[in-house]
């Protein structure tokens, strides 16, 4: 008689062991070692059957599909009747199944034994007998999307007093007109983001920013929020639309004057003037003062020269001029009788009214780009380009009657800084148009990763991507950021409308950090994104691969990201020494009283250990924390610095050295500032919405200190047991913010049509 697992039942002992280790096709080498010596060592099995089991863990006979059904029918079987603790006590129900194979007094002579081999193989228990189950929920399986708090209030407070405009653009571009240009031919997509550019100038929108007299409406926030609610669709038409009628024509607006007033910005708020803002050089990128452009006053003719005097001095990636731009404000230093006067701004005509390209002028085309496709970027240079005098843009200097320079800001520095600040918009629009991709793409990826399903325990269901923790913790901290960068953002615009001239240095030093911080995180986040969304996410369709391509020039615009947060730190840095400039001995005493006190309650060893939930989700301890990395990164670099020159370094090389240090500086200002503006939302937010707007707060404070824990740790600040803790709790956070995600997400109230079809799509299709 031939001898099967079924006539002979004794055998079935080795059946769960042996089908476990099929279970992914591969029998290992240490496997089938472990099962043989196993088998060898049984005395109460005839060599019959030792060679019938041998004959089953046989590495070049596997078993065949019909034979693993035929076993596994079996395990459920006695799975459907009983709940063994392990491998070895389902075995022995299955042998018992239909007599008593093994007595009481059998098993407790194998039993060691196979335990023993259970523990050989690596085998876990609950794990393995879950995985025979036929089908089982699972904590991960049961996590599933909810709806805590209204999406209409959440909307209503991320708008704010700005809904009515934003209500009013995402109509716009809801429209049929405004249906995403496919075609790779960048002369087609230019024409096509033009074509778009003229539709919102007729509504209102190009204008929107400049005085009323002048066909506009006075309202320099309300253009911000129209930039940001463009981003939700197409980032050349927001770039093409920021050129038009923000650099070129604000530029127009803070640093002219009247006549300047009158004779263009009704014309470029209806796109009736397309120009360009043509400050970056070649060789001068970041470096305005550097720039090499001249124009050379000619007192005879009461005229400007402007000229490009070495190649490398040309104006290059000038937006709206490779096609269609017919002036540009040009930033030259200004010559007079060979004196140089510094930079200056001068209105510089390109083109004629028949795109023409004019004498002395020449240009040519970026060409085909990374990202932003739909703009025009062009390299200008000028031969002796001659323009009138009152093409000055002459608000803060001017050459008067007798052709002499004049300005009311005596300090050059002060002046150059001054018609720089002006410009500081561009700074406030570019993190907010990159907060509006960020937030798209996170409503992309988290919507379809609570659709797509993949994985899951063997014998149940696949389990939505959204419900694994390791798939939270790549996107719920960017949507944690994206709240508090919202906040910022918003703190930031109110500054700079209510702005007096004694805080312009720290609004200036706020916008070039919050461009900075914004930017990075929404070239990380769409990365994740990217990412969380596999193959789909890199279909063109779906937008992602846009979004990023699009926003990885943010980090450069406007200046380089790097560059701008050494501007932020040095502006710490001067306020630190300001600070104690002001202060008296009793001033400077209480200020060494406050840090030992700070030193005293803040690292002792409770403090340093504390672990309890409600002390780090304390937004006090959260405040704490940040100002004190601060404080401490702003005085340690003060006195690095001074250490350094004292030593005898120069201070351009002392400067250098401390790039590293100031960059942690910027951060630490820039996270504490982000913080307080959350913790002030959720104080005034209403009520229903405060549950969903903690767990958001709570992520982004934890993460931050998670990030900053090697920093916190060599301070002394936190022991490893408290860093071990906010880990936990960073997981924990994730995994109860993925309940509300996707309603989050529906909040920022995207258009549909600026999102993707992967969205819509059902687990089976996904």
Known sequence: MNITFLNDPKLNILLPVI???WQDDILTKEEYTALNDFINNQDNFSKAEKDFLKSKIDLNNPPGRSELFFWKDLINKALNNHKPENLTELGFFIANADRSTYSKEDIKVIEPQLLKLEAQLGIISNEAISSLCETHDTITNKLKTVESFSKEKMTALLDGDQAAIINRVKKIISQPEFAFETSTDITVYREKVLEWCKILAKQGFGSHAYPKQYGGAGDIEGYFTIMETLSYHDLSLVIKFG????????SVMFLGTEKHFEKYLKDIGTLDIPGGFAMTETHHGSNVKGLETTATYNHKSRSFTINTPVPFARKEYIGNTALHGEMVTV???LIIDDKDYGVNAFIVPIRDRHKNVLSGVRIEDCGHKMGLNGVDNGVIYFDNVVIPYDNMLDRFAQVNEKGEFETSIPSDNRRFFTMLGTLVGGRIGIPRSALAAAKTGLTIAIKYGDNRRQFGPNGGLEVPVLNY?????????YLANTFAIHFGLQYLTKRFMNRTEDDMQEIEALAAGMKSYSTWNTRDALQECREACGGKGYLSENRIDDLKNDTEIYTTFEGDNTVLMQLVAKNRLGEFRKQFSEMNIATIFSYVLDQAKTAVTEKNPFATRNTD?????????HLHAFQYREKELVSSAARRFKRLVDDGLDTFDAANIMHPHMLQIAFAYLDRVFLEQFQLQLKSADES????????????????????KAWYLEQGYMEGVKTKAIRKLFSQLCWEIRRDAVPIVESFNIPENCLAPIITTNSEQA
């Open 469 to 477: 923790r390791i798939h939270q913790q790549r996107l719920m901290p």
């Open 689 to 708: 919405l405060k549950e969903v707007l903690t767990r958001l707060y709570n992520l982004f404070a934890i993460n931050k200190l998670q990030e900053n």
């Open 19 to 21: 089908y476990l280790a």
């Open 613 to 621: 939930d409600s002390h780090l989700k304390d937004p006090e301890f």
């Open 331 to 333: 930033f030259a230093k």
């Open 243 to 250: 050129v038009q009628f923000g650099l070129w024509g604000m």
